[in-house]
């Protein structure tokens, strides 16, 4: 007699509570929507609208054709991590050794390298709620624990140290900060940074949005602390996500464990990409500032339409490029509601529940899109919350 095994008992048991990136399945879906003929207007995916800059391209072509298309140094190319070091000092006032610069492809890798080498088991993870939607997944994924601190909407989604502070036990191993925020826009101003650097545990701090800020200069923790690690890249500032570039700073202890990890599960980041930032770093400085201009502009804009339509926006958000709208007088499912905006008005939003248990009833909007779009999708949007259709999908639910 032949045994069925369940699909699900297929699968370590580690995949078996890793959720759907759900603006991914929404940018799926739009896709399909498109190839079929509709014409979407994307505020979903956090990807700028814009080229690379010109010195980037320049970069990228000129490292084809002089052949730099080998392996580098696990750690990345010495120029790029001392370039990166020059940025941090000159934007931060923050010193470090260049071989305490890990690059990788892209901040996901970097996560993942970052999370192996410090959770055992069991360890636990302070983070706010809502939350990049990853986050989680990366945690658990290597067996740690998730502690989420629920954040207030009529407070801007404030990270306070005094929440976090609440949260801590025997058993925390890092508190996770993001700062500009996705999904949040959200700016942790300077003394609050500084009164989390001083809570104890580690501080892992994305610092992805850093230099898309648009009131208050964003902070870096090296600034208040050496007891953290910082994520960040090139892919936001500098509209490079296709060219998967980004790197962790790690304090010195932990410089050969992440080494390690990196010669064994990446062996080293792309060549030409790391050719691509150092270009990037020296002489974009001017297009990263007329980029975000323009979402600054774009930022006012959006803001003002969804609160014209109805959305329910308190503090407007002072980073990133997104506006986490308020939705629950449309619907307490966010799911539902996004997936109805997409079929109705094929304007494609991410449903709040994709960034834990306190974003639902929100819709993130993204304004990386041209400002035609924007003005488009927000018409779309508006003619689509007068008609009875919204009604109908609250009362089903």
């Not at 996560?111 to 986050?135: K, Q, R």
């Not at 400085?285 to 201009?293: I, L, S, T």
Request: net charge negative; hydrophobic share 40%; glycine share 8%.
């Amino acid at each position: 007699m032949i045994n069925i095994q369940k699909q699900e008992d297929m699968f370590p048991q580690r995949l078996q509570g890793m959720t759907s990136f759900i603006v991914m399945d929404v940018l799926e879906k739009a896709k399909q929507m498109e190839k079929l003929g509709a014409r979407v207007i994307h505020l979903e995916v956090g990807e700028p609208d814009f080229n690379v800059p010109p010195c980037v391209e320049e970069a990228v072509c000129k490292a084809v054709r002089d052949g730099h298309t080998h392996y580098t140094h696990s750690l990345g190319i010495i120029e790029l991590r001392e370039s990166i070091c020059a940025y941090y000092q000159q934007r931060y006032n923050v010193n470090m050794h260049p071989d305490q610069v890990i690059v990788c492809q892209g901040t996901s890798p970097a996560m993942l390298n970052l999370f192996a080498t410090l959770l055992d088991p069991g360890d636990e993870v302070i983070m706010s709620d809502p939350h990049y939607a990853c986050y989680p997944n990366f945690i658990t994924f290597l067996g740690g624990i998730c502690r989420k601190v629920t954040l207030a909407e009529d407070d801007g989604f404030q990270l306070h140290p005094q929440l976090i502070r609440q949260q801590i036990n025997n058993r925390t191993k890092a508190v996770l900060i993001n700062s500009p925020a996705n999904p949040t826009g959200t700016v942790i101003p300077a003394d609050r940074m500084k009164a989390i650097a001083g809570l104890g545990p580690w501080i892992v701090s994305d610092e992805i949005y850093h230099g898309l800020a648009y009131g208050e200069q964003e902070h870096s923790i090296l600034e208040y602390t050496d007891h953290a690690f910082v994520l960040n890249g090139f892919s936001k500032m500098y509209a490079m996500t296709g060219l998967r570039l980004g790197y962790t700073i790690v304090p010195e202890a932990f410089i050969r464990p992440f080494q390690i990890l990196q010669q064994n599960f990446f062996i080293a980041a792309n060549s030409i990409s790391q050719i691509a930032g150092i270009a990037a770093l020296q002489q974009a400085a001017a297009d990263v500032e007329r980029m975000r201009e323009t979402y600054n502009q774009r930022r006012k804009f959006m803001i003002q339409r969804l609160r014209e339509i109805g959305f329910h926006i308190p503090v407007e958000p002072t980073g990133a490029f997104y506006v986490f709208a308020n939705a629950r007088h449309f619907s307490a499912d966010s799911y539902r509601l996004a997936f109805d905006i997409l079929d109705k008005a094929h304007v494609a939003v991410t449903p709040g529940i994709d960034f834990g248990a306190g974003g639902e009833g929100f819709i993130r909007f993204s304004y990386a899109n041209s400002m035609e779009n924007i003005a488009e999708g927000m018409d779309r949007l508006e003619k689509y919350v007068q008609s009875a259709q919204w009604q109908m999908l609250g009362r089903r639910c």
